[in-house]
């Protein structure tokens, strides 16, 4: 039994999938050593040619799943670009998955600003200092640039750069994965036709 009291097959059971990825979220971190919010993030390219990496889930609600970066940076222009990403968490001391995918919208100043401001002082400097995805000569440059941004903003405040937000996926589907014995996996699908529509439950073939 976890914390959340559901057991393995409990899960298949529930009809609302953000409600169900807070149990589990709940329960990773409680299980998990290190960051139980990491989530590998798919984008594609203007070519098609897909891109994957890891990021923080910084917030969720039935509205979508939250996550901040550097607009300038790589995933920043595929998803400026395509609207579109995808998620997959995976908690290995659980034994389960999820994988979602949708939409994406950018959060609106407001959120980006009272999130950009709970991030520690040296995080908000490096949101400045950062050229990210671009080359970098050596590490001394980015150690100037760090100390150029300290002394900019050395009183007061550091505000948040305008090229420094955040992204709302607005899942289309989210699947619910659980290890079972001889592979034969708990798999249940939420899917629907638009952000806004009603949520449909399929069982899958593990």
């Not at 990496?53 to 920043?76: A, C, H, I, P």
Request: net charge neutral.
């Amino acid at each position: 039994m976890s914390e959340s009291g559901l057991t393995s097959s409990d899960f298949t059971q529930e009809s609302e999938p953000f409600a169900l990825f807070g149990n589990w979220l709940k329960d990773a971190q409680a299980s998990e050593i290190n960051d139980p919010n990491a989530v590998a993030l798919a984008t594609v390219d203007a070519d098609g040619l897909p891109n994957v990496r890891m990021v923080l889930l910084k917030g969720y609600d039935e509205s979508g799943f939250v996550f901040y970066t550097n607009f300038e940076s790589q995933k920043g222009q595929e998803i400026l670009g395509q609207k579109k990403a995808a998620m997959c968490f995976h908690w290995k001391s659980l034994r389960r998955q999820v994988r979602l995918r949708g939409e994406v919208e950018v959060v609106t100043d407001a959120e980006a600003d009272a999130y950009y401001a709970t991030r520690p002082r040296g995080s908000r400097i490096g949101a400045w200092a950062s050229k990210q995805s671009r080359p970098l000569e050596g590490r001394f440059a980015l150690e100037k640039a760090v100390a150029e941004f300290t002394t900019r903003y050395a009183i007061g405040e550091v505000p948040r750069p305008s090229h420094w937000s955040g992204f709302r996926i607005k899942p289309l589907t989210i699947e619910f994965w659980h290890d079972r014995p001889f592979r034969l996996h708990d798999r249940i699908e939420f899917r629907r036709a638009s952000p806004e529509g009603d949520w449909e439950k399929v069982r899958m073939y593990p």
